[in-house]
């Protein structure tokens, strides 16, 4: 074990798509053709295109003086003048109207498995078909995608994928699931909903990821079209919001708490960074906080750090030091806590919180074998939260 640890702490990144595409001299537009390839001929005539396509009218703004709008889809509330655009840079004041401009104009769509969103309590091993748009209301010093969350429209690639052909899409790779992801899903709102509409009745699965920096009434309007929920928990003080994505932790515990209330099923993820936010004792605040305003059975998954972005000076986080965080949220009470971005650590698996049994085995983003029936483990019949249902 001490070998293997060692050996997982020697390596310095990871290989990602982004990686792969710059090594391959395709740039950003790989995210938009990513799934083209391995769908019907009429969607590989379909190319993608720079800028945007269409817009949408938001129905969150409120009419200030002198052609001013005020944004109120997320807690910013950001003041536009007319011909401006907010932080997020994918809405703009039209004529005093704020028009988002990137309604059905994805800059990636590909099929994933669930596991990679990460939902563990969403039929495991299933398709995921994830769309995102470019832009975010977060300036994250250390985001994995800022190549496109950080870029505006008519810098990047996009398809032209209304809502219903997402549908269709997601039919066509058989997927499951749509998620909503890669970059902030908040700011792109519009196509969400209308997107999460059509998949309801079609009997496909929304899931969203999200930084969880949204106002309360837009979220409880896109709650009941919603299945699952993984949020961003950044870190657990106001400093380190401030300092490292430029927002702020209130309203993130709030979105969390509304999910709860909305019945959403909810996971969390929270990136744990060396001298950032890996103090043991922030940790075992934010399980404490988690265990008394959403309850003990909340999934969480702590993934591993590396280097990019804006701090590429720090170092992978430690092995060790992953394991004391999974101790600690374990120690307060959490009954599913997971390790992501090591490879073959024992925190990808789940286990029934009853008879300590192995109920799902994975590596990775693959799943071995489940050991559930109707949602209960297979040993002892205790309930598992989640969606299970395959039909």
């Not at 009941?224 to 003080?237: E, Q």
């Not at 720090?314 to 600690?328: F, I």
């Not at 085995?361 to 989640?386: A, H, N, S, W």
Request: glycine share 8%; charged share 25%.
């Amino acid at each position: 074990m001490a070998a293997f640890a060692a050996h997982r702490d020697s390596v310095n990144q990871w290989v990602t798509r982004r990686d792969f595409c710059k090594l391959c001299g395709l740039g950003l537009g790989i995210f938009s053709h990513a799934l083209l390839f391995g769908l019907p001929e009429e969607a590989r005539g379909q190319m993608a295109k720079k800028g945007y396509i269409r817009t949408r009218v938001s129905p969150y703004f409120t009419r200030l003086d002198k052609g001013a709008i005020r944004c109120d889809l997320c807690p910013f509330r950001c003041v536009v003048a007319r011909g401006e655009r907010g932080l997020c840079r994918v809405r703009e004041n039209r004529g005093g109207k704020h028009v988002s401009l990137v309604y059905g104009n994805p800059c990636a769509a590909n099929l994933d498995p669930i596991e990679k969103k990460p939902f563990y309590h969403v039929i495991p091993g299933s398709g995921s078909f994830s769309i995102a748009t470019v832009g975010c209301n977060f300036r994250c010093k250390f985001c994995q995608n800022w190549e496109i969350s950080q870029a505006a429209p008519e810098e990047v690639y996009n398809l032209d994928l209304p809502p219903e052909l997402v549908i269709k899409r997601a039919r066509d790779v058989k997927a499951r699931s749509i998620a909503y992801g890669f970059t902030e899903p908040t700011i792109f709102y519009e196509y969400v909903q209308d997107t999460a509409l059509l998949a309801k009745k079609a009997g496909i699965l929304n899931v969203y990821h999200s930084n969880g920096y949204i106002n309360p009434e837009p979220l409880r309007r896109l709650c009941p079209v919603l299945d699952g929920a993984n949020i961003d928990l950044k870190g657990f003080s106001g400093d380190f919001y401030r300092q490292m994505c430029e927002g702020t932790l209130g309203p993130v515990l709030e979105t969390l708490k509304i999910l709860k209330e909305q019945k959403v099923h909810l996971e969390i993820t929270n990136l744990v960074i060396p001298t950032k936010n890996d103090d043991l004792n922030q940790v075992r605040d934010m399980c404490l906080w988690i265990i008394k305003e959403l309850g003990p059975d909340t999934p969480i998954h702590f993934s591993r750090f590396y280097p990019l972005y804006k701090l590429k000076g720090l170092p992978p986080t430690p092995v060790a030091t992953m394991d004391k965080v999974r101790q600690t949220a374990q120690a307060a009470g959490l009954n599913y806590v997971y390790i992501g971005n090591i490879p073959g650590h024992e925190g990808e698996n789940t286990f029934c919180p009853n008879c300590k049994r192995l109920i799902i085995k994975r590596t990775g983003f693959m799943v071995g074998e489940v050991r559930l029936k109707d949602g209960r483990c297979e040993y002892c019949q205790r309930p598992i939260p989640g969606i299970w249902n395959k039909n």
